[in-house]
């Protein structure tokens, strides 16, 4: 088998020198923290996507704490999500005392299934948080007739979804809040990073005073003078430096690039890979265009006889950086301490068993992905 000469990641960060650039002239100006680039990154998010506000986070795990917050989850409230995601989703909803309900997922599209959305709602259900899963956007429309005859709130997850579009719309500007994260993996970056995007006023002011230790500026700031504030809630220092905030803002002009980058890779595994045996490709939901920030195939255990640890591991020796996504969150020591039990998402283990995701991001070369392909169809055999 060939090896590749240097490890090939299955994500990566896009960092130019006007990136660089970014970064040097904040260290060279009056504002690390707290500055005017903060404001800046906000607006350019909020208006890529189409909502009327945003609000940035240290990383992607904080803004969606402050968003199950703002949406008012407390101790005996329920909130539907899927289980195939990275743990931070649901954690959330425990730090807010909250309990995580995993609603399985659909076959088709890995994404949360609507209709088994339905079987979970309760008395207790106050939100619902699916999630952009590879980057492909969620039934929302489904979604939200749902959150609508139950008056719930839902909190879009779509760190995995920045560009996307979901029936002609960029994903942000639909869910009552949505989440996207500026990890280095994920579309555009600022090291660590998150946001939260909404087009309530309501929820635009509670996630600006959770990020900055629950303080205001109040009435009682024109008797006192600017410099007075006071505490009105209980808060965190989430607030994203100027740093980050300048880095974002010079990625996001380069996202539709970056994203159209992606989709030329998966072009290229769907064209190379859907004939390969034992390998399912990803569908797509109709009426979206994903972001692609996971190529996710499935390992069709039927036709293939090779268990997938050793696919892994030998994908690994040739220097290929597979990965699988995700583990069912509450299949986690913790989650199974607080009373899951594994079998309550069928479809959702099942994909999990069959899981392995192939290298994708923008700086990827075609001979990279020829790389890919090769050494998966040789493992194979």
């Known amino acids: 088998m060939n090896k590749r000469t240097t490890f090939l990641s299955y994500g990566k960060q896009s960092i130019d020198e006007s990136d660089i650039e970014a970064v040097v002239a904040v260290l060279r100006s009056p504002f690390l923290t707290q500055g005017p680039k903060l404001g800046e990154f906000e607006k350019s998010v909020a208006a890529y996507v189409g909502a009327k506000y945003a609000v940035a986070f240290t990383n992607g795990t904080a803004a969606l704490h402050g968003a199950c917050y703002a949406a008012g989850i407390s101790a005996g409230d329920e909130v539907i999500t899927t289980p195939i995601t990275f743990a931070a989703t649901s954690n959330a909803v425990l730090y807010c005392g909250g309990t995580p309900v ?30 952009d899963f590879t980057g492909q956007p969620v039934d929302l429309d489904e979604i939200m007739k749902i959150a609508d005859e139950h008056q719930l709130v839902v909190i879009e997850d779509g760190a995995h979804s920045l560009g996307a579009i979901y029936k002609g719309k960029k994903i942000g500007s639909q869910a009552h809040m949505t989440m996207f994260s500026f990890h280095p993996v994920k579309p555009i970056t600022t090291g660590e990073g998150g946001i939260i995007t909404t087009n309530s006023e309501e929820y635009y ?14 009435l009682h700031s024109v008797e006192q003078g600017d410099w007075y504030y006071e ?40 064209e190379k890979l859907g004939h390969l045996r034992g390998i399912i490709i990803p569908k797509q939901l109709e009426e979206t265009e994903s972001g692609w920030h996971l190529y996710s195939i499935q390992l069709d255990c039927e036709k293939i006889t090779k268990p997938r640890k050793a696919i892994f ?33 069928p479809k959702a283990e099942e994909w999990y068993q069959q899981a392995m995701t192939l290298p994708i991001f923008p700086g990827m070369m075609e001979e990279d992905v020829e790389s890919v392909v090769s050494a998966l169809s040789e493992v194979l055999q």
């Open 102 to 131: 995993f609603a399985d997922i659909d076959e088709h599209t890995y994404n949360i299934d609507p209709k088994e959305i339905k079987k979970k709602i309760t008395s207790k259900t106050k939100a619902i948080m699916p999630v």
């Open 231 to 270: 505490m009105v809630e209980l808060g965190y220092n989430y607030r994203m430096t100027e740093l980050q905030a300048a880095l974002g803002l010079s990625q996001i002009v380069k996202l539709d690039g970056f994203i159209e980058r992606r989709r030329e890779i998966a072009r290229l595994y769907n």
């Open 313 to 345: 591991e030998e994908m690994r020796s040739l220097n290929i950086g597979v990965h699988v996504h995700y583990i069912p969150v509450y299949w986690h020591p913790y989650y199974r301490e607080l009373g899951y039990e594994k079998g309550i998402c």
């Open 205 to 218: 002011e509670k996630l600006k005073r959770f990020r900055s230790h629950g303080i205001s500026k109040t």
